[in-house]
């Protein structure tokens, strides 16, 4: 149909032309001009027809509403052990935000991965509400630094996994490798107001506990991320000389950043201080024994 109209088209443009000749009449000259006429509002009319057609063809055209996602949203979606490459090796049931219902942890690895007792990922499983994975940044977790859980009181009984509870508030400790006394990773999770959360992945040497370290009625964390080296040793005065390498304070309510000032008091009172950052620099008489530590000039 669109093929016959441009003839037409043309046609009648041939006659339009003839307006610009010689014409042997003025009733040939009104053909011409009305031949001219029609012509261009055929041109206008076929314009406006293919401008219609591209409307129509873009908005049949489906649009693309893909987000992009985080890979702890695309990994919720996904059943803990539910393919070949991947195997489960606990699974904790408790409740983790006191609403009656029982939520579930679960630990996998790799089906291909040499140590059959660690585990690389965490699904975290809330009754009725959400699910997240998360995966360790170094490696793997393995079991719960056993010095730490000597001195805590586990929720759950597990050895890999952590769980410490307070009103409204829950956490999820795990432990990475250790090497020597140290650990490469240590990551805490919160479950608040039914959500489930990273708020800690470091390195961790020497985890102390959940603990009221100025006594106040308010929790904090306690830690040591990395942990002193001798460098020497006085024996008559029953004391080792290390590098300094300070405790640090964690405030468990506001997402387990350090408090400096509650970090600074606890190693006054209990260790030296000389700032936040370690430093094999300065040396630390710690005596064998008991008394206070002190830094030599």
């Not at 046609?11 to 042997?24: D, E, P, Q, R």
Request: hydrophobic share 35%.
């Amino acid at each position: 149909m669109l093929s016959n109209v441009t003839n037409k088209a043309k046609i009648i443009h041939g006659s339009c032309l003839t307006v610009h000749g010689k014409t042997s009449s003025i009733h040939e000259f009104y053909i011409s001009l009305n031949g001219c006429l029609l012509y261009h509002i055929m041109k206008l009319r076929l314009i406006l027809i293919f401008i219609a057609i591209e409307y129509i063809l873009g908005c049949s055209q489906p649009k693309n509403n893909n987000t992009t996602q985080t890979a702890t949203t695309i990994k919720s979606v996904k059943e803990p052990g539910k393919t070949s490459s991947e195997k489960v090796i606990e699974t904790i049931k408790v409740d983790l935000n006191d609403d009656g219902k029982t939520d579930t942890i679960t630990l996998t690895l790799p089906s291909d991965y040499g140590d059959p007792g660690a585990f690389n990922k965490v699904y975290v499983s809330l009754a009725g509400s959400s699910k997240k994975a998360f995966s360790s940044k170094a490696d793997a977790w393995d079991k719960i630094h056993p010095d730490f859980a000597g001195k805590n009181v586990n929720e759950v009984k597990s050895d890999k996994v952590f769980v410490y509870k307070k009103p409204d508030i829950t956490f999820i400790l795990l432990f990475g490798y250790v090497f020597g006394s140290g650990s490469n990773e240590f990551t805490v999770m919160q479950v608040k107001n039914g959500v489930s959360s990273l708020i800690f992945d470091d390195a961790m040497d020497y985890p102390e506990g959940f603990t009221d370290t100025n006594h106040d009625g308010t929790l904090q964390f306690l830690g040591r991320p990395s942990l002193p080296e001798q460098s020497g040793h006085i024996d008559s005065l029953d004391a080792d000389i290390l590098t300094y390498d300070p405790y640090k304070v964690y405030d468990i309510y506001n997402g387990f950043k350090i408090d400096k000032d509650l970090t600074k008091k606890y190693n006054e009172e209990n260790y030296v201080w000389a700032g936040l950052k370690s430093d094999e620099k300065i040396k630390v008489l710690v005596p064998r024994k008991d008394g206070k530590p002190k830094i030599i000039k």
